[in-house]
């Protein structure tokens, strides 16, 4: 079983940045593929990057390329959300993910595709 614990939320003005931070317990994430998805109130919630096991491949959402980086130390089992250039539509609960790869999976880009999942931490941008 895979535990994960998110940090670093906060309120930020507009043009500001955040990092995140997901670590792990319980088991390695070392050969997992990772994600973060965020879900703002009364709004599904939506994926925002993902990044292979070995954080050679990453994706994100067409909403955040260009202002967010995705990376992962897996010596310390962590897995880092950077952003930069924040919007007040970025504004929302940002959770981090982990499941398994595949020979056929490198990424996942769809919520449905994960298995572990974070309680979250809010992220709240001013204008």
């Known amino acids: 079983q895979v535990q994960l614990v998110e940090s670093g939320g906060g309120l930020v003005q507009a043009g500001g940045s955040l990092r995140l931070s997901c670590t792990a317990s319980?088991?390695?994430?070392?050969?997992?593929?990772m994600g973060w998805f965020r879900q703002a109130a009364g709004n599904e919630r939506e994926f925002v990057a993902t990044?292979?096991?070995?954080?050679?491949?990453?994706a994100y959402a067409s909403s955040v390329t260009g202002r967010f980086t995705i990376s992962r130390d897996n010596a310390k089992n962590t897995v880092y959300l950077q952003m930069d250039s924040l919007e007040p539509e970025d504004t929302s609960v940002y959770y981090c993910?982990?499941?398994?790869?595949?020979?056929?999976?490198?990424?996942?880009?769809?919520?449905?595709?994960?298995?572990?999942w974070g309680q979250g931490t809010q992220v709240t941008v001013s204008s």
């Open positions: 319980g088991h390695t994430l070392s050969s997992h593929i």
């Open positions: 990044i292979s096991w070995t954080g050679g491949v990453r």
């Open positions: 993910a982990a499941t398994h790869r595949t020979a056929e999976k490198i990424v996942a880009l769809h919520a449905t595709q994960y298995i572990y």
